[in-house]
């Protein structure tokens, strides 16, 4: 392989950090950090209501409790968990056989790049505030909904161009079985990953071989 592609939720962090810890302080203070950055999140709030006319900040509480893949719902979170990260309310969650792993493909020199729906900044947030530390000096970029859907071929074929690595040369790995025929269908191996153990290709990082990742 010459790069590693991964998703976050249910693949490196926990989906109860997200759902427990990260969503409901957004949701939390919401309200009160559009109304001390007005200036910051004006241009937020008005793509909101031009998707859907009313009052965007009930709409973005909305989105939340929806799980609403949205980039402006994703970018307002993003600059909320700032704020978090840097209070220390709380750091990001990374399991460790994913740190273990990423800091062995780094070092073995495959280019690591994170596809998540959660914005980069977002994305970098949290892996430059982990539990073990800063892990941002392992990836070589970032991808977000901007990129395209994460269920859609044509957004992992734009990643494959753009990072300049074949597609048969990038594995990717997700919990979403959707995720994964999506990026096989860009020609991308991938894995699919299920802690729990009942299913999938692999249950955590260690599982994955020199072997598993051949075409």
Do not use: C, N
């Amino acid at each position: 392989m010459k790069a590693i592609l991964t998703d976050i939720e249910g693949t490196t962090t926990s989906l109860s950090f997200v759902a427990d810890v990260l969503f409901p302080y957004a949701r939390a203070h919401l309200p009160a950090y559009v109304a001390a950055h007005p200036a910051e999140t004006a241009p937020i709030l008005a793509e909101v209501e031009a998707a859907e006319p009313g009052d965007p900040i009930a709409t973005l509480l909305r989105w939340i409790d929806e799980d609403r893949k949205a980039t402006p719902l994703k970018t307002l979170q993003g600059m909320i968990w700032a704020d978090g990260y840097a209070s220390g309310a709380f750091t990001g969650h990374v399991y460790a056989d994913a740190v273990s792993a990423l800091r062995r493909w780094h070092a073995a020199g495959v280019a690591l790049y994170v596809f998540s729906s959660g914005s980069v900044a977002a994305q970098k947030l949290l892996f430059g505030h982990s539990d073990a530390g800063d892990l941002t000096p392992l990836f070589s970029g970032y991808f977000d909904t901007t990129t395209g859907p994460k269920r859609e071929s044509a957004s992992y074929a734009k990643i494959a161009e753009s990072i300049g690595v074949a597609a048969d040369e990038i594995l990717f790995l997700s919990d979403i079985a959707e995720e994964i025929a999506a990026a096989r269908g860009a020609g991308m191996q991938a894995l699919l990953i299920d802690r729990a153990g009942s299913m999938g290709d692999i249950a955590t990082f260690d599982d994955i071989s020199v072997a598993e990742t051949q075409p």
